[in-house]
């Protein structure tokens, strides 16, 4: 009988590999201060974004994780004013809701490296996700993982 916890390697070559762009395009990520200090500039823009329901500026700042779901589901990728109109639809939906985001804590965000250290887990101090949106039917919640792109730091997944 196997013990718990155990580790067991499985071999296997798939058919076809989703097209995703993470290990091809995202920069490798130490997090010194610098670093950290950048990730909590733009977790300010993004959450600014956010909280003013600003669609075409989250649209801009999720380009990268938009389609990238995308390709990883054999999709095409969208343009830029689709997905400004699908962000816009987004927070009409929240309106009727009456939710609205609460800041992001930047200056308490937990920042994790994960994905061979291409990306950057963002929580809050209690662990939860960063973004939530509360209404009378429940909660809308953003989890955020960053990536640098060429020097700039973009929403990844």
């Not at 929580?123 to 960053?146: N, Q, R, W």
């Not at 990536?147 to 700039?152: D, E, L, S, V, Y």
């Amino acid at each position: 009988k196997d013990r718990l916890p155990f580790e067991k390697k499985i071999e296997f070559t798939p058919k076809s590999v989703p097209a995703i762009e993470l290990w091809t395009k995202t920069e490798q990520i130490t997090l010194d201060a610098g670093t950290e200090k950048a990730i909590r500039s733009f977790l300010k823009t993004l959450s600014d974004a956010y909280t003013k329901g600003d669609a075409d500026k989250i649209a801009e700042l999720q380009e990268f994780k938009v389609n990238e779901y995308s390709r990883a589901l054999g999709g095409k990728e969208m343009s830029m004013s689709e997905m400004k109109k699908e962000t816009k639809g987004y927070f009409s939906m929240l309106k009727s809701e009456k939710a609205k985001f609460t800041p992001i804590d930047t200056a308490g965000a937990k920042l994790q490296l994960v994905a061979e250290n291409r990306l950057v887990l963002v929580t809050a101090k209690d662990g939860k996700a960063p973004l939530i949106a509360k209404s009378a039917s429940g909660e809308y919640v953003v989890d955020i993982y960053l990536a640098r792109i060429n020097g700039k730091w973009v929403v990844a997944r």
